[in-house]
């Protein structure tokens, strides 16, 4: 299986600031890549798919960006609803398998 | 847009099989061109994909589960339903029932319930 490694594990910000989040793969997994958030209790949403393309409804304060085995998930401006679990998860094999995931707390 | 809704024990024992059901609403699992799959969330680890079936009942699981695995449909009801055999406390998750499309993106997701395994 391709292994998804993602960093940090977690991270405190504060509300408008810009936060990176990076993903990177075992292999080459082309622009396989999809974002993911999820608060407790909730269901987990798609943000973004292919690496890169916004997913409808998402705000456009999220981006994502890269190819082959680095990726990155960037928030331009943190609104308090945006404090939750991400997950990285590569679609280039199957199974897909998920990046351990990066909490964003507030600081 | 599509919701889904697990369902099933939240306390199973060890060696016996977890059953749990996926309710769909918003979407006709018959017609459907997604994948109904089952994933899974190991407390404090992370999130574990468990297979998917279509409608045709055609179905893909994980190699590391596959021995154990059975994953059904019921188009009548629009539900789809995992079986999980000789459980172990390795089981305790949380599991959830999703909907991925072709490319393997999994576009909605229920909100999990969580299957304790335990005596």
């Known amino acids: 299986d391709i292994q998804m490694t993602q960093s940090p594990s977690s991270l405190s910000a504060s509300v408008g600031d810009r936060v990176t989040i990076t993903c990177r793969a075992s292999q080459s997994i082309s622009n396989s890549l999809n974002w993911y958030q999820h608060k407790p209790g909730k269901a987990p949403k798609l943000l973004i798919y292919?690496?890169?393309s916004l997913r409808s409804g998402v705000p456009s304060r999220f981006t994502g960006s890269g190819s082959g085995t680095d990726f990155t998930l960037t928030i331009s401006s943190l609104q308090p609803e945006d404090f939750a679990t991400y997950y990285c998860?590569?679609?280039?094999?199957?199974?897909?398998?998920f990046g351990q995931g990066t909490k964003l707390e507030i600081k | 847009q599509v919701q889904l809704q697990e369902s099933g024990p939240g306390l199973v024992k060890p060696s016996q099989t977890l059953s749990l059901t996926c309710t769909v609403s918003?979407?006709?699992?018959?017609?459907?061109?997604?994948?109904w799959s089952w994933i899974r969330h190991h407390p404090g680890k992370g999130l574990e994909w468990i297979g998917y079936?279509?409608?045709?009942?055609?179905?893909y699981y994980n190699p590391s589960l596959k021995s154990r695995v059975t994953m059904s449909i019921d188009t009548s009801k629009n539900q789809f339903s995992l079986k999980l055999t000789s459980l172990t406390a390795a089981d305790t998750a949380m599991y959830y029932c999703?909907?991925?499309?072709?490319?393997?993106?999994?576009?909605?997701w229920g909100q999990g319930t969580l299957v304790t395994v335990s005596s």
């Open positions: 079936i279509f409608n045709s009942g055609s179905t």
């Open positions: 999703a909907t991925e499309r072709p490319a393997g993106i999994i576009n909605y």
């Open positions: 998860q590569q679609s280039y094999n199957t199974p897909g398998t």
């Open positions: 292919a690496a890169s």
């Open positions: 918003g979407d006709s699992i018959s017609s459907s061109d997604y994948y």
